[in-house]
């Protein structure tokens, strides 16, 4: 059995057995919160969906409002004027067929890879390596793209995409400890919001029943989802 740490037993003392909202479990995780680093604020969604069913699958992105609290490098496969485009709207790397034999050869400092549709032949050649660790383009989540300058400019806003797992649960970062309090309720409620919005037509009952945010070290805090 894990051992728990005295702060971990004292921030959970501070936490009640109920329905917290959302600006009132935030203030409570910011009074609770003891690491020594700027946490990461996740929030937990169970879904009333079976994921093991295709017309069940909850998937998608959504920019939060304040961004997530960090840089996110991005990765650009393009040709031509496009590469120009992604270089001017801040792309990190923005690089042709070469970027292929690169990632092949184990080059991985990016965090995020948008890719034209025309490269998508190339790309694909790289499904073994970047779907894993949930890397791959995908036009459903905007990352195959002719627009790749707005691509850019929504990845280094701070567009995040949630998806279901295999027990009907989303996981998603909302943002950092350090945020004012304001900052963090509008990302999560932008989080949920676009996750209610991707509630497939397939999905019967209670869809939202039950919503969690933590810190990256702290104990959960359960949320008010009535209204969802």
Excluded at 14 to 23: A, L, T
Excluded at 173 to 191: D, H, Y
Excluded at 203 to 214: P, R, W
Aim: aromatic content about 6%; glycine content about 8%; charged content about 25%.
């Amino acid at each position: 059995m894990a051992r728990v740490g005295k702060k971990y037993k004292a921030a959970a003392s501070r936490v009640e057995p109920r329905d917290y909202s959302i600006p009132d479990a935030i203030a409570l995780l910011k009074e609770i919160a003891f690491a020594a680093f700027d946490e990461t604020v996740e929030i937990s969604l169970n879904l009333g969906v079976d994921p093991k069913y295709a017309d069940q699958m909850v998937r998608g992105t959504t920019v939060l409002p304040n961004g997530l609290g960090r840089s996110v490098r991005v990765l650009v496969i393009a040709q031509g004027e496009k590469i120009r485009e992604a270089e001017a709207a801040g792309a990190d790397y923005a690089l042709g067929e070469e970027a292929v034999a690169k990632i092949q050869g184990g080059w991985m400092d990016f965090d995020a890879v948008v890719a034209t549709p025309d490269m998508m032949k190339e790309v694909g050649k790289l499904g073994k390596v970047l779907g894993p660790r949930g890397l791959m383009p995908n036009p459903k989540l905007g990352t195959v793209t002719f627009d790749v300058a707005q691509a850019v400019k929504d990845l280094k806003a701070g567009k995040v995409e949630f998806r279901v797992d295999k027990t009907g649960i989303v996981h998603c970062p909302v943002g950092k400890k350090s945020f004012e309090a304001e900052r963090l309720v509008e990302n999560t409620q932008a989080l949920i919001e676009a996750v209610v919005k991707a509630k497939p037509a397939s999905a019967k009952g209670k869809y939202v029943k039950s919503a969690y945010l933590c810190t990256t070290m702290s104990p959960s805090v359960r949320l008010d989802v009535s209204g969802y």
